[in-house]
């Protein structure tokens, strides 16, 4: 059973005591296509619940990274800035975004796990 929790706006972040680790989705992946380009927050950056934390671009499309849960960012993935093909190769696993340490772990409980996110993805699609 994976440990993944999913957000509306395709992110899915993975809980260590009270890091996260954040990144995008297999799905998001999908839709946007070849990712050329990544920008992430800087490390130390105070971000809020849904506000924007980055930014993809794709052969397609860019489109902005939110951030699920509030926190102080403690790392960034620099190797998925160096070489942005990484995300479509492992989006959910070492082509993570950035980790925070989380403000309200409470935020947690308002993201859907995988069963739901994948309900929620199918449906999107229509």
């Known amino acids: 059973m994976s440990n993944l929790k999913f ?4 992110e899915w972040i993975k809980l260590d005591g ?3 680790t954040i990144g995008i989705t297999k799905h998001a992946t999908e839709m946007l296509g070849d990712i050329v380009f990544v920008e992430l927050p800087e490390k130390g950056s105070s971000l809020e619940k849904d506000s924007t934390a980055g930014v993809v671009e794709s052969t397609k499309a860019a489109s902005d990274v939110y951030i699920p849960v509030s926190g102080e960012v403690t790392e960034n ?3 998925i800035v160096d070489d942005p093909a990484k995300i479509n190769a492992d989006p959910e696993g070492a082509a993570w975004f950035f980790k925070v340490k989380i403000k309200n772990k409470s935020e947690i409980d ?10 929620f993805a199918k449906e999107s699609n229509k």
């Not at 308002?110 to 309900?119: A, D, P, Q, R, S």
Request: avoid cysteine; charge should be negative; glycine fraction near 10%.
């Open 77 to 79: 993935n620099q190797g």
């Open 7 to 10: 957000s509306k706006e395709h």
């Open 110 to 119: 308002g993201l859907m796990n995988k069963e739901e996110y994948e309900k």
């Open 18 to 20: 009270d890091i996260a």
